[in-house]
């Protein structure tokens, strides 16, 4: 009678074990490539109602079962992608490894302002720098730092985050790039150039980044402005000004407006305007640092196809220069 109850326990184990194993690795065909969403604190019971709500399982109670019993209960907050067709052991692995990155690219030449409203739509984020001052979110990134003003503080690159992060991790993050970056840059930069600090070379570069975006005018256009610096010249940078309008700017600079005084008109201030005016380029900080040897002092648009400038050494050769290539004469 022992041996009969034995034969029967042990076949109903067998089966369940047979059930459970079907119902584990069995997979689940569903209507198409699924994207769910993993926050911080989230565990598999909680997300059960995700995945059955998508119908990616066929039970809520064996997801949580198998999870717990396999040790797969913790899962890593971000963003996964399903397949058509996967089995709650695919879904258990998959939910134990690295999540699908977010990303979000923040463009070279942005102002800190552009920037930030980037950063205040992204979703899965915590906003904790929503309602800080621009001065507030400096001091808590580096109470250390001494420029008051967020222009060109940060480096504009694509930046990776995961549900639940604080975009100040993100701010953190731009922040040190650049400060990384400019220091290469000081370091490694020519000798006898106009700037006395690091902040003046970022000052030169984010001027640099909104002149042009041809790779071959970059050191020429640094050229032209150290030039000016070394001789006294004004900068007469047409971005320095329109930064300087702010709102006012409406896509065309008046000549009332290159003769009103602001800190960033660049045709009535004498040097460099007071901060920068854009988040520059690693392209852009080498530029400010190695400009080219040439003795230009002048460039005008090409106005064609290639983005490239014409360089002039003299006003009389840059007159004719723009009336080819402005005036078309």
Do not use: C
Not at 90 to 102: E, M, Y
Not at 255 to 271: A, E, K, Q, W
Not at 293 to 306: P, R
Not at 308 to 329: M, P, Q
Request: proline letters at 7%; glycine letters at 6%; aromatic letters at 8%.
């Amino acid at each position: 009678m022992a041996k009969k109850w034995m034969v029967v326990v042990a076949a109903t184990v067998a089966t369940m074990v047979a059930i459970f194993a079907l119902l584990l690795f069995l997979p689940k065909s569903n209507s198409g490539t699924e994207r769910i969403l993993v926050k911080k604190g989230d565990s598999i019971s909680s997300l059960s109602r995700q995945l059955d709500e998508k119908g990616l399982i066929y039970s809520r109670p064996f997801l949580v079962l198998s999870s717990t019993l396999l040790g797969r209960s913790q899962v890593r907050p971000g963003q996964y992608r399903l397949p058509e067709s996967i089995s709650t052991w695919s879904i258990l692995q998959k939910l134990a490894g690295n999540p699908d990155s977010l990303f979000v690219r923040i463009p070279e030449g942005s102002t800190f302002g552009d920037m930030r409203a980037i950063i205040s739509q992204l979703p899965h984020l915590e906003h904790d720098a929503k309602g800080l001052s621009a001065q507030a979110i400096i001091k808590r990134l580096d109470p250390k730092q001494t420029a008051e003003h967020p222009e060109g503080l940060f480096f504009p690159d694509t930046y990776e985050y995961t549900p639940g992060m604080s975009d100040m991790d993100l701010y953190k993050t731009a922040y040190d790039k650049m400060q990384g970056q400019l220091q290469d840059a000081w370091d490694d930069r020519q000798g006898d150039l106009p700037y006395k600090t690091p902040y003046e070379l970022l000052i030169m570069a984010s001027i640099i980044e909104k002149e042009t975006a041809h790779p071959d005018d970059r050191a020429n256009v640094s050229a032209v402005f150290v030039n000016r610096l070394r001789t006294g010249m004004r900068l007469q940078t047409d971005p320095t000004v329109i930064y300087g309008m702010g709102d006012a700017y409406n896509g065309r600079i008046r000549r009332s407006d290159l003769r009103r005084p602001t800190p960033y008109n660049t045709y009535v201030i004498d040097g460099l305007p007071p901060t920068p005016i854009s988040l520059p380029s690693t392209a852009a900080l080498e530029a400010a640092a190695h400009p080219s040897s040439e003795k230009y002092l002048y460039f005008v648009s090409k106005m064609d196809s290639t983005g490239e400038s014409y360089f002039s050494h003299d006003l009389k050769e840059h007159n004719e220069a723009v009336n080819k290539y402005i005036r078309k004469r």
